[in-house]
């Protein structure tokens, strides 16, 4: 069982709709970050929160906006998406973001389809 | 850059194989190196990991030893079994790595047959 749990499991929407993405995780851990995977490539990552404060953006589009309400909570807003946004998206969380060797911990993550 | 390099996929094997992915890495710093296992439908799991050279991780019958003097960090298992079919990615991350990013190779799919 994954110790990290993303909602929902699949999720389509079309290009006007706005839709969010959730994540959360009970190890305790402070840096929680938001990856695209598209089909058998390695993910990508976008957003990178640290206790609670985003500090790194990969140059991720503005129709993509992270929340991170509580250092157990992440959310990944989306707004007037493109057919290329369609993927699956994953959370994961890890000890700290800097000065650490610790893995990170994935969600099964959601697989988006923008129609 | 930091880099990792796997073996290209796919790898297809009958049941009870011998296992080998290779992976090898470039890096500035002393990383920690990763492989993580991707099932069908699922995300990535923590397949296992080793923090300094001449460390073996191993978990479910894989093993992979840290080598430093090759930069190389090579995934083995004596003998696969179909539920062992998945995308497998070998990564590193290290101390002052800013944001402490996983950098993954591109990942080899394997495939075992009965």
């Known amino acids: 069982d994954t110790e990290v749990t993303q909602t929902p499991k699949h999720l389509v929407m079309g290009m006007t709709n706005k839709k969010s993405l959730k994540c959360e995780q009970h190890?305790?851990?402070?840096?929680m970050y938001w990856y695209k995977q598209k089909a058998k490539k390695p993910p990508e990552l976008m957003f990178v929160y640290s206790y609670e404060k985003l500090s790194i953006n990969e140059s991720v589009p503005s129709r993509f906006s992270p929340e991170c309400p509580n250092s157990s909570l992440l959310n990944l807003h989306l707004h007037a998406l493109q057919p290329e946004d369609s993927a699956l998206y994953l959370c994961a969380s890890s000890q700290e973001a800097t000065g650490s060797n610790q893995p990170q911990h994935f969600g099964d993550g959601t697989r988006l389809s923008i129609l | 850059g930091d880099s990792v390099t796997q073996m290209e996929g796919p790898v297809t094997l009958s049941e009870e194989a011998f296992l080998t992915i290779n992976c090898t890495y470039t890096a500035t710093g002393y990383p920690s190196l990763f492989w993580y296992v991707q099932y069908p439908g699922e995300g990535l799991q923590l397949l296992l990991k080793?923090?300094?050279?001449?460390d073996k991780g191993s978990n479910k019958g894989f093993e992979a030893t840290y080598r430093k003097e090759t930069t190389s960090f090579h995934l083995e298992k004596g003998s696969v079994q179909v539920s062992d079919s998945a995308v497998y990615f070998c990564a590193l991350r290290y101390w002052g790595n800013q944001g402490g990013k996983l950098i993954f190779g591109q990942g080899t799919e394997l495939s075992v047959k009965p």
């Open positions: 080793a923090t300094k050279a001449d």
């Open positions: 190890m305790g851990h402070r840096a």
